[in-house]
Nanobody, 119 residues
Framework: QVQLVESGGGVVQAGGSLRLSCAAS????????MGWYRQAPGKQRELAAG???????NYADSVKGRFTISRDNAKNTVYLQMNSLKLEDTAVYYC?????????????WGHGTQVTVSS
């Protein structure tokens, strides 16, 4: 099992910045892609940003140029730097981690951290 602990959410004014962190612990051997998903009220959960163990990143079009995902493999931690926040970025942000062990892929999820952007 892998446990994911998120931190860094909160309330920020539009145009401001927040940094989310997610630390993985437990059976982290085989940890591959990590990422951040978000779910706004009444909407489906969507990928905001993802990063492979080798550092390849991908972003939702809506956050490109404003969000930066990074990771520290030694600490099994992934970060999401969010700049120029907009009202529509308000959501619960969930950390996701994927492990591949003996050809078995498992997805793990954090409990989520609330990000609220106010006008």
């Amino acid at each position: 099992q892998v446990q994911l602990v998120e931190s860094g959410g909160g309330v920020v004014q539009a145009g401001g910045s927040l940094r989310l962190s997610c630390a993985a612990s437990g059976r982290t051997l085989g940890l591959t892609t990590m990422g951040w998903y978000r779910q706004a009220p009444g909407k489906q959960r969507e990928l905001a940003a993802g990063i492979t163990r080798g550092g390849t990143t991908n972003y939702a079009d809506s956050v490109k140029g404003r969000f930066t995902i990074s990771r520290d493999n030694a600490k099994n931690t992934v970060y999401l730097q969010m700049n120029s926040l907009k009202l529509e970025d308000t959501a619960v942000y969930y950390c996701n981690a994927v492990t591949v062990v003996l050809m078995t892929t498992t997805n793990y999820w954090g409990h989520g951290t609330q990000v609220t952007v106010s006008s």
